[in-house]
Structures are given as C-alpha cells and as structure tokens.
C-alpha cells in the first residue's frame, strides 16, 4: 500500500496556515529558514506517520521545488522516505537522489504537449503588476510560483487568462498567497503512478488541499481532504464534483485525522485479506 501526501497545508504547516497560535502545544518544528522556525507539524501527525506498518510507503508529493523540500528537516532526519514526489510532479527523488531519467521525460512532455513557460508569461504580461504581485519565480524550469496581495487580485481579468492558459496545456491553482501556474503535463498523478508500477499492483491512499492534489486524489482508492483550502472550498460550491472524505478539524490539526485514517484503511485492508484467507481454508 502506498499513502502519497501533499504537505503544506495538509502535513506541514507555515506560521500564517496553522490557524491556531504557534505556541500551542503538540506542534512540532518541520522546517528552519535561514535559522528561522518558518513551518509546523502536528507532534501526533509524526508520530502516527513514523508507526505506520512497514508495508505502507509513505511519499511526500509536494509542489515545492527539491531544494524547498529537502528544507524540511522531519523529512531528512527523522521520517525519511524512500521516495518523494517534488515540483508538482516534475521531479522524483529516489533514495534522496533525483531520478533523472523521469525529470528528462517530463521535459520531453512539455516540448510536445505545452506552451513554453515563456509563452505563458507573455500571456499574463498585461495583468501581472507589482501592485498585487510582490514576486515571481520559475520552479525548477517547470512552472511558475507567484508570491500575491490576494486581496489585490484583480479576479476577472485573471480568470479571463486562466481560460486561455488552458488552451495552453497549461493550469492554475491558488493556495494561500501564491498562484501556481503548472503544464497539465506536470503533475502529481502521473508521478505517483510511475513509482507505483516499480512498487506493484498496490492500492493508494491520498490526502491533500488544493486542486493541483486533486488528479491524485481523484486516482488513488482511499482519499481524503483537510477541511480548509482550495477543495474544501470547492466542496462547499459543487460538493458533487469533490467525492472525498474531509476531516472535522481544519488547520494543523487536521494532520492528525488523516494520519488516522491511513491507519484505519491499513487495518480495514488487512481484516478484509484475513477474512479472505479464512474462506480460502475452509
């Protein structure tokens, strides 16, 4: 069984996601900039995610580029997968190596499939302006992060270019104060898939927040959502269009019971296979 998990916002929590105060107890430190305490997890999120049964390969699948990702020490030190999800789906690490071989095959995709990012940000020329934009990066030489003033967004004339971006290849996703513009060819469903067929013929178990999660969420078997976030929010527009289990709790603590469910679709699994085995015997 494989549980895939986006982090920020779903395991791993900044300063201005937790919803609650940073002193509040059972919060754990997940990751130092600069010397600086910047993000957050759960102490009993952890130590669920450390004692899940060996036949559950835990990967992180994060937007994050690998350098952000290998910020998070939890990860690096104290739950250190053998596989890891980056970049939105662009990159595979391996071992704590980057697979190559998938990075040279996702720009292999977007040379056929996407406009260059370039072209996406000649798109969005006329729109961008340091009024709400307070900076942009290119992730990885992937897809494009912008830090945001979202309350300065000027909605429509964006929803107009995200239209467009479409026909580009090309998606959107807004998550607290950045937006995300991803090749449709990058992302997290095709990336777990391919370590899937290394693994086998497994089920999956995903939890996420954001709609950049939601083509994993929407191919693994066993899903669910924090209840904050872009799905939660999509939820609460067009619940029919979002199948998936939500937690009580929103913030930080939320982490917890998704932990606790990955634990009880584990031992649902294995009471369904000895019951299985039961029959088979008699």
């Not at 998990?5 to 430190?29: C, F, K, N």
């Not at 260059?116 to 494009?144: A, H, K, M």
């Not at 954001?210 to 929407?218: A, F, M, T, V």
């Amino acid at each position: 069984m494989i549980y895939a998990s986006d982090l920020d916002q779903t395991l791993v929590y900044s300063r201005r996601a937790l919803r609650i105060p940073e002193d509040t107890p059972g919060l754990v430190p997940a990751e130092w900039i600069n010397g600086k305490l910047s993000a957050f997890m759960s102490a009993y999120a952890l130590e669920r995610l450390q004692s899940l049964p060996q036949d559950i390969v835990f990967m992180p699948v994060t937007t994050r580029t690998v350098e952000q990702y290998r910020r998070i020490h939890i990860f690096q030190t104290e739950c250190i997968p053998k596989y890891a999800v980056t970049s939105n789906g662009g990159n595979i690490i391996v071992d704590g190596q980057v697979d190559e071989e998938w990075n040279l095959h996702i720009r292999s995709l977007l040379r056929r499939q996407a406009a260059t990012p370039e072209e996406v940000l000649d798109l969005f020329d006329d729109v961008l302006s340091p009024e709400w934009v307070i900076n942009q990066r290119l992730c990885d030489e992937l897809f494009y992060a912008l830090l945001i003033e979202r309350d300065k967004l000027p909605m429509e004339r964006i929803a107009d270019k995200i239209r467009v971006l479409e026909t580009f290849g090309w998606e959107s996703s807004i998550q607290g104060r950045k937006l995300y513009l991803v090749p449709s060819a990058v992302n997290k469903r095709d990336a777990v898939e391919h370590i899937r067929q290394r693994i086998g013929d497994v089920p999956v178990i995903a939890s996420g927040d954001s709609l950049l999660d939601r083509c994993l969420l929407d191919f693994a078997q066993h899903a669910i959502a924090p209840s904050h976030g872009e799905l939660h929010v999509e939820r609460q527009r067009v619940p029919e269009l979002v199948p998936y289990q939500f937690t009580e709790q929103f913030g930080a603590f939320a982490a917890d019971e998704i932990l606790d469910y990955v634990h009880r679709i584990h031992n649902d699994q294995q009471i369904q296979i000895n019951h299985a085995v039961i029959r088979e015997t008699v």
